[in-house]
């Protein structure tokens, strides 16, 4: 199933984002933001995190891509995304939406349901935000639905996608999730086919994890040992993880 995915292919798109430095524009929420920025730095890319509607488009125009996380959502987030829909539309630039706890919010539901009207949309969220988003993702072609947990599952225009890396300390530092779509975003920058680059940015996560874990005391010092193995991941530790 991941025939297209392998330890060569993961390396190529990594080695491709540490060469291109792609800057993310993340729109996220308030609890994320420094996990988020510190991950991108340690994957190559760069973060940019502006939000005042009236410079977001300014400072995203020349961003390889663009991540909206509806986390902390404000009037003034709110305000940003039509900005940056316009934005991505016109540029064809990727764009990311993490739905965090759009099972929650029937506001976040509604501004969900608008990004999602963007072409080549790629999605990412836990298990049980992307079952509240499914009636709205089955009437969403060409949507790439991801969808994290022990294994992460990625559909994609080019097929299917399964990721079975990772460690449960994952799930204790907060804004992990929301830092794996912003990964996501990185890779679509250098990668044309969303599938393939998600798969590269999770995996990458994933073996990190699993190496940071066997570093670290609990969550705390996983935290710190997660950018660090991010921050060092090379092709023969993903030939090895891999196997
Ligand atoms: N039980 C688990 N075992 C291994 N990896 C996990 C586990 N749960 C989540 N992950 C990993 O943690 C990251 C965040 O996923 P998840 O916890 O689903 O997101 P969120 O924080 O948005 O709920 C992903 O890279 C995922 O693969
Ligand atoms: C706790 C919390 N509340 C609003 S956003 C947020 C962070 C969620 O981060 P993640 O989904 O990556 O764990
Ligand atoms: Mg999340």
Same mark, same amino acid.
């Given at each position: 199933?991941?025939?297209?995915?392998?330890?060569?292919?993961?390396?190529s798109?990594l080695a491709?984002?540490?060469? %291109?430095?792609?800057r $993310?524009?993340?729109?996220?929420?308030?609890?994320a933001?420094?996990?988020?920025?510190? &991950?991108? +730095?340690?994957?190559?890319?760069?973060?940019?995190?502006?939000?005042?509607?009236?410079e977001?488009? !300014?400072?995203?125009?020349?961003? @390889?891509?663009? +991540?909206?996380?509806?986390?902390?959502?404000?009037?003034?987030?709110?305000?940003?995304? /039509?900005r940056?829909?316009? +934005?991505?539309?016109?540029? =064809?630039?990727?764009?990311?939406?993490?739905?965090?706890?759009?099972?929650?919010? /029937?506001?976040?539901?509604?501004?969900?349901?608008?990004?999602?009207r963007?072409?080549?949309i790629?999605?990412r969220?836990?298990? =049980?935000?992307?079952?509240?988003l499914? /009636?709205?993702?089955a009437?969403?072609? =060409?949507?790439?639905?991801?969808?994290?947990g022990a $294994?992460?599952r990625?559909?994609?225009?080019?097929?299917?996608?399964?990721i079975a890396h990772?460690?449960?300390?994952m799930?204790?530092?907060?804004?992990?999730g929301?830092a794996?779509?912003?990964?996501?975003?990185?890779?679509?920058?250098?990668?044309p !086919?969303?599938? +393939? %680059?998600?798969g590269?940015?999770?995996?990458?996560?994933?073996?990190? @994890?699993?190496?940071a874990?066997?570093? #670290?005391?609990?969550?705390?010092?996983?935290?710190?040992?997660?950018?660090?193995?991010l921050? #060092?991941l090379?092709?023969?530790?993903?030939?090895?993880? &891999?196997?």
């Open positions: 199933m991941n025939a297209r995915l392998d330890a060569t292919r993961v390396a798109i491709r984002v540490a060469q %291109a430095r792609p $993310v524009h993340c729109l996220t929420n308030t609890v933001q420094n996990v988020t920025a510190n &991950m991108l +730095l340690a994957f190559g890319a760069i973060p940019s995190m502006a939000v005042h509607p009236d977001v488009a !300014d400072v995203a125009a020349a961003a @390889g891509a663009i +991540l909206i996380n509806l986390g902390t959502i404000s009037p003034e987030g709110e305000r940003a995304i /039509p940056l829909l316009e +934005l991505a539309r016109a540029q =064809g630039k990727p764009l990311v939406l993490d739905p965090v706890f759009v099972e929650l919010s /029937p506001l976040r539901m509604r501004l969900a349901e608008d990004i999602l963007l072409p080549g790629v999605v969220g836990n298990g =049980g935000e992307m079952q509240a499914a /009636p709205l993702l009437a969403t072609p =060409g949507a790439t639905r991801i969808t994290t $294994v992460d990625i559909e994609a225009p080019s097929g299917l996608f399964e990772g460690h449960p300390l799930t204790k530092v907060t804004g992990l929301c794996s779509s912003a990964l996501v975003a990185a890779c679509c920058a250098v990668e !086919d969303p599938g +393939l %680059a998600a590269a940015a999770l995996t990458a996560f994933g073996i990190a @994890g699993e190496i874990a066997e570093r #670290s005391a609990g969550p705390g010092s996983f935290a710190m040992h997660l950018i660090d193995a921050a #060092s090379d092709e023969a530790t993903l030939l090895t993880r &891999m196997g």
